[in-house]
């Protein structure tokens, strides 16, 4: 169904310029930010991308003199991701494309396309946040344990063995020393995450690479006060506790990104490794980008409507792998 | 020599009279009695804005798979919500932060807000977060895999 964009009427006669490109904007910084906690564009090359993985493989075991070596098995999973087709045509009228004294009619219409850069961000905050969204992923997929993507327990049991699984009960936001509380109960629930055999599963290294919080705007001034501030009140339950201290997460030499994002709305927060073996969230690529552009030296339609189009079409998915990597406050 | 013959016990000991440990006391928190957890089957109503929502640290799923393996495949089969042991003071706190949160759908966006929390303005979209979850207590024998109460 035509839906033209619409041009007023001083587009048309005369305007100066200078704001043609008010709502040009970059998502250079978006992208890069993304790529620290979002596996991005994972090659497919079918309908539905079959994912598999094994568990952790048996830990040495003492070997009594005069037995039978023992053995143990290991099992496998595995999961699907579905590709999705996206697409969006911006229609207009060639005497408008003609008329526009801004020149940049064309420009902006094409901006739908530099609006691709933000799918696999709003599919990763449409599966972070567990949004239905029926112009996005028609639904969240689980995680391949079977769990949701924050979840207290897998399959019965503690999920990576350990009591809360990857979901943090806050403390509040209320001040920096609750959120610093947090962040310490995260970084130690990471070190406390076992593999399938009960081991210890990150090592060292993993946690020195740092995290990427991801929270709501409204809570900056508090965010910048337990990360970025370098001296402030311990606690503010007590006269003694309100003397100043140095900041224990700058002292922990943690290095912490910080994402404030108005996709988050409430006091929930998310604290991602950057060191993951594995993101908890990915996409995948069916078919790249593709714009197409019609006109009337090579199209019908162009030629018995006189509306141009510009057109974009992608082929691809997001999809859940094991979120170790990732903890929820909340 | 083998590995047991390695250890030579000389003598065996045993809970004895006078023995200081048998008087130290057991701390309640290890006593069954002392955390009486209850079941609970939690989760998302169907037709709720967001599919699963997580308060006071516990998520309440639409849905969960369970896992098995047969001949080599994994095989995923759905049950609605999670069965969950909690005890009474982290219900308590559940049906605190439940009670503090709304949810706002507003064009693409549905968004949960917490009342009271900097920046929120009151809004006639606003929806109780309670309203989109269920938290049933699961009685002894009762069916845990019926479908999701409306």
Redesign the interface.
């Known amino acids: 169904m035509p839906n033209p964009v619409i041009t007023s009427s001083q587009l048309v006669t005369f305007v100066k310029t200078a704001f043609w490109d008010m709502y040009q904007i970059s998502y250079d910084a978006m992208r890069a930010r993304l790529g620290l906690v979002m596996e991005l564009a994972i090659p497919s090359d079918r309908r539905t991308e079959n994912y598999?993985y094994f568990e952790s493989a048996p830990y040495p075991k003492r070997w009594?003199?005069?037995e039978t070596i023992s053995s143990k098995n290991f099992?496998?999973?595995?999961?699907s991701v579905t590709n999705y087709t996206w697409g969006r045509r911006v229609e207009w009228d060639k005497s408008d494309r003609l008329d526009d004294q801004t020149k940049s009619l064309l420009q902006r219409s094409r901006d739908a396309g530099a609006h691709w850069a933000t799918l696999e961000e709003r599919q990763f905050f449409q599966i972070l946040?567990?949004?239905?969204?029926q112009?996005l992923l028609p639904?969240?997929p689980?995680a391949p344990?079977?769990?949701?993507?924050?979840?207290?327990?897998a399959?019965g049991a503690a999920r990576f063995g350990v009591t809360?699984g990857n979901?943090?009960?806050?403390s509040g936001?209320a001040s920096a020393a609750a959120i610093r509380t947090d962040i310490m109960t995260a970084m130690s629930r990471f070190r406390r995450f076992q593999d399938t055999e009960g081991q210890p599963l990150w090592d060292d290294a993993v946690m020195e690479q740092g995290v990427t919080i991801m929270f709501?705007p409204?809570?900056l001034e508090v965010f910048n006060g337990a990360f970025l501030q370098r001296v402030n009140a311990q606690a503010i339950t007590t006269a003694t506790s309100n003397a100043g201290v140095t900041n224990l997460v700058q002292d922990s030499n943690i290095p912490v990104r910080l994402w404030p994002t108005q996709r988050i709305?409430?006091?929930?927060w998310y604290i991602a490794l950057h060191g993951s073996q594995k993101k908890a969230i990915f996409s995948q690529t069916r078919e790249p980008l593709q714009e197409y552009y019609a006109v009337s030296e090579n199209s019908d339609s162009v030629r018995d409507t006189r509306t141009e189009y510009v057109q974009w079409e992608s082929r691809g998915s997001a999809g859940v792998a094991v979120p170790y990597g990732l903890i929820?406050v909340? | 020599m083998t590995d047991q013959e390695a250890t030579v016990v000389v003598e065996k000991p045993v809970r004895a009279k006078g023995d200081v440990m048998a008087s130290v006391p057991r701390p309640k928190e290890v006593s069954p009695e002392y955390v009486k957890t209850k079941k609970y089957r939690i989760g998302t109503k169907e037709g709720s804005p967001r599919q699963n929502y997580t308060v006071a640290g516990i998520c309440f799923p639409l849905y969960i798979e369970r896992l098995e393996e047969q001949g080599g495949e994994t095989v995923r089969s759905r049950e609605y919500g999670v069965v969950i042991d909690i005890t009474d003071p982290e219900v308590e706190a559940i049906k605190k932060a439940v009670s503090r949160r709304v949810v706002r759908e507003e064009g693409a966006r549905r968004d949960i807000h917490e009342i009271g929390s900097v920046g929120y303005q009151p809004n006639p979209n606003d929806v109780p977060m309670a309203d989109f979850l269920y938290m049933v207590p699961v009685e002894e024998g009762q069916s845990i895999l019926q479908g999701p109460p409306q």
């Open positions: 598999g009594a003199q005069g099992k496998s999973n595995s999961f946040l567990s949004t239905v969204d112009d639904a969240i689980l344990d079977g769990a949701a993507l924050f979840a207290t327990t399959g809360g979901i943090v009960t806050t936001v709501n409204a809570n709305t409430d006091n929930t929820q909340a």
